[in-house]
Nanobody, 122 residues
Framework: HVQLVESGGGSVQAGGSLRLSCAAS????????MGWFRQAPGKEREGVAT????????SYADFAKARFVISRDNVKRTLSLQMDSLKPEDTAVYYC????????????????WGQGTQVTVS
């Protein structure tokens, strides 16, 4: 069955960095777009970054531009999110997702979701 397992979350001080990873299994990873989403307490889930199946097309939410970098390894079946210059407002649960409807930060494009990893910035 499909599994997306996030790791790499934790607590960090403002200005610090974290690298999130997502390990995928149970589906044709290299055929799917992948995305990172986040949900802060009391807020709706929002898109962070997305990458197409081959890694050639990437899109970021405005708040992620210049601070976050999404990447994927289709051999290892992993997705990463390098987050630098973290701010307290980046505190959220971060989810990876796999979608078959093309690159985009809309949740409806994504078929599979991980359980999330907590990022806390103080």
């Amino acid at each position: 069955h499909v599994q997306l397992v996030e790791s790499g979350g934790g607590s960090v001080q403002a200005g610090g960095s974290l690298r999130l990873s997502c390990a995928a299994s149970g589906y044709s990873y290299s055929s799917y777009c992948m995305g990172w989403f986040r949900q802060a307490p009391g807020k709706e889930r929002e898109g962070v970054a997305t990458i197409d199946s081959g890694g050639g097309s990437i899109s970021y939410a405005d708040f992620a531009k210049a601070r976050f970098v999404i990447s994927r390894d289709n051999v290892k079946r992993t997705l990463s999110l390098q987050m630098d210059s973290l701010k307290p407002e980046d505190t959220a649960v971060y989810y990876c997702a796999a979608g078959s409807v093309g690159v985009g930060l809309d949740e409806w494009r994504y078929d599979y979701w991980g359980q999330g990893t907590q990022v806390t910035v103080s």
